[in-house]
C-alpha cells in the first residue's frame, strides 16, 4: 500500500465529535449575535449534526452538555440520533453557570455548595448510563481572583475527593476526562490550569481518568505538541477539544489561527499510533460560532482536521528517523515541511468521493437547501449555550 492509499485507509476510518453547543446561538462574554435557524432542542441539534456528517463523512456523533441538552427519555433522544445516523458521544456537566458557583464549584468553602455540584456530576453519569456514553468530560472554572481569597491547597483537597467520588460511580466502561483552562473567569488562581495538574489529579484516580487537551486553553508561545507527546507517552491523553486560539480561549475554528500548529500537534498523534483502530483516544470540535453560520462553521472545522491529520500522515517517517539519527537537523525539518506544504486538498475530494460523500462539502451544503430549510422552520424559541 502506497503512503498515499496508507493515509486514505487513515483518513477513512477518522471520526470527529460534534459538540451540541456550537449549533446554538452562543459567543463570547460580550455579546452573542442570535442567528436565524438554530436548534431550539437536542433534537434539532442532532438534525444539524447529521446534516454536518453528511457532507463530511467522518462526524458521526455528538457531545451533549447537561443541563442544556436536558431531556425527559434519553432512550427517545438516542432513537432520534441513531435514525438520522448519529451516536450520543461525550457527557460534558456544568457546574459554572449557578449563581451559588460564584465561588467555585466542587472547591467551593461552603459544603452546601460543593455537594450540589457534586450532585450534579452524579446526574451526569446518570445520564452517560442512559445514552451508553463512555466519557465524561468535566471542565471547571473554580478559582480565586485575589490573593488570599480562598486556601489554594485546601481547594486542591475538595477537587481532589470530588473527583475520587465521581470515578467511583462510573462503570467499568466508562472515562473520567478532566479538562484544564490556564484562567478565566478566575484570574488569580484556577483550580486546574494546566496539563500537570489535570494529569496528577488523573494519575492518582487510575486508569480511566485522562487528561483533555483544549488547544485554546494555553498561554502563548506554549508547544502544545509536547504536552500531547508527554501524555501520549504516558498513556494519559483521553481526548481533545479542538479550536483555534490567538490570544485567549477564543474559541475559533480549529487551524484557524496557526494550521501549522495543528498539524505538528496531529503529528504526534500519528507518530504515536494514536489513529490506531485500537486508539482511545477521542476527538472532538469545541468552538464557539459567534458571528459565522454554525453548521458551515463546524463543515470547515471537520475539514481542517482532516486536511492536518492528512499532511501527519504523508511525513516520510522513515527519512525523518534517519535524519534524526545523523544529526541531520535540516534534513529532519525539511521532511516535516514536505509533509506540511503538500496540497492535501485533492487527496481529500477523492477518499469523500470513495466514500459516497460530495468532494466539496461546503459548496454540497450551500446547494443542499438546508440552511434555507431550517431558518423557515425554526422559528421562535432560544437554546442556552456559551455566552447565552
Known amino acids: 500500500m502506497t503512503g498515499r492509499e496508507a493515509a486514505k485507509s487513515v483518513l477513512r476510518a477518522q471520526k470527529i465529535e460534534l459538540p451540541s453547543w456550537a449549533f446554538g446561538n452562543s459567543g463570547t462574554r460580550f455579546k452573542v449575535f442570535a442567528q436565524q435557524g438554530v436548534p431550539r432542542d437536542p433534537f434539532e441539534k442532532i438534525a444539524d449534526a447529521a446534516r454536518v456528517h453528511a457532507h463530511t463523512g467522518v462526524a458521526p456523533s455528538i457531545a451533549l452538555h447537561i443541563p442544556w441538552d ?82 489554594i491547597r485546601a481547594r486542591q483537597d475538595r477537587l481532589a475527593e470530588a473527583l475520587s467520588a465521581v470515578y467511583e460511580r462510573l462503570s467499568a466502561d466508562q472515562r473520567l476526562i478532566l479538562e484544564y483552562k490556564l484562567f478565566e473567569p478566575a484570574f488569580y488562581t484556577t483550580d486546574v490550569p494546566d496539563w500537570g495538574t489535570s494529569y496528577a489529579h488523573c494519575l492518582k484516580l487510575g486508569e480511566r481518568a ?46 484557524a489561527a496557526d494550521p501549522f500548529q495543528l498539524f505538528r500537534i496531529l503529528f504526534e498523534v500519528v507518530n504515536a499510533g494514536g489513529l490506531a483502530a485500537d486508539s482511545d483516544i477521542a476527538f472532538m470540535l469545541d468552538q464557539c460560532h459567534n458571528i459565522e453560520p454554525k453548521i458551515p462553521g463546524q463543515i470547515r472545522s471537520v475539514m481542517n482536521v482532516q486536511e492536518a491529520t492528512a499532511k501527519a500522515l504523508l511525513v516520510d517517517t522513515e527519512a525523518l528517523g534517519a535524519a534524526q539519527a545523523a544529526g541531520d537537523v535540516l534534513g529532519a525539518n525539511g ?39 431550517i431558518t423557515g422552520d425554526r422559528v421562535g424559541g432560544r437554546q442556552a449555550g456559551w455566552g447565552a
Open 70 to 151: 436536558a431531556v425527559d427519555d434519553y432512550a427517545v433522544l438516542g432513537r432520534a440520533a441513531a435514525d438520522v445516523g448519529i451516536k450520543l458521544g461525550t457527557i460534558n456537566a456544568n457546574v459554572f453557570q449557578d449563581d451559588d458557583y460564584k465561588l467555585g464549584s466542587v472547591t467551593n468553602p461552603d459544603p452546601a455548595v460543593r455537594r450540589k455540584a457534586l450532585d450534579h456530576l452524579f446526574a451526569c453519569v446518570d445520564v452517560m448510563d442512559r445514552t451508553g456514553s463512555r466519557d465524561l468530560k468535566l471542565w471547571f472554572s473554580d478559582g480565586t481572583n485575589y490573593p488570599g481569597q480562598d486556601d
Open 210 to 255: 485522562k487528561v483533555c487537551v483544549d488547544t485554546g486553553h494555553h498561554a502563548p508561545g506554549t508547544n502544545i505538541e509536547f504536552i500531547v507527546a508527554f501524555l501520549l507517552r504516558e498513556g494519559k491523553l483521553g481526548a481533545f477539544d479542538f479550536n483555534s486560539r490567538f490570544y485567549a480561549d477564543d474559541d475559533l475554528i480549529v487551524g
Open 335 to 373: 521532511v516535516l515541511m514536505d509533509a506540511y506544504n503538500t496540497d492535501v486538498r485533492p487527496l481529500l475530494a477523492e477518499l469523500r468521493e470513495e466514500m459516497g460523500v460530495d468532494p466539496d462539502p461546503m459548496g454540497a451544503y450551500a446547494r443542499s437547501g438546508y440552511a434555507e430549510q
